[in-house]
């Protein structure tokens, strides 16, 4: 997926340092929002029963 956003961002830019860096920026930006995304998640307890027993 890097090497996608790179090659659109230099087509787009023109530069290929612009575009390394636009790329790496990017995937920084998708990794942390899926962390924050996931840890979120993690702390909500929609339909978990507090024994943390199953439906059986």
Not at 21 to 28: A, D, F, H, K
């Amino acid at each position: 997926m890097v090497t996608i956003t790179v090659v659109v961002a230099w087509l787009i830019v023109g530069d290929v340092g612009d575009a390394v860096n636009i790329g790496i920026v990017t995937n920084l930006l998708k990794t942390g929002t899926y962390y924050l995304y996931e840890r979120t998640w993690d702390h909500i307890t929609w339909g978990v029963s507090e024994s943390g027993s199953g439906t059986r």
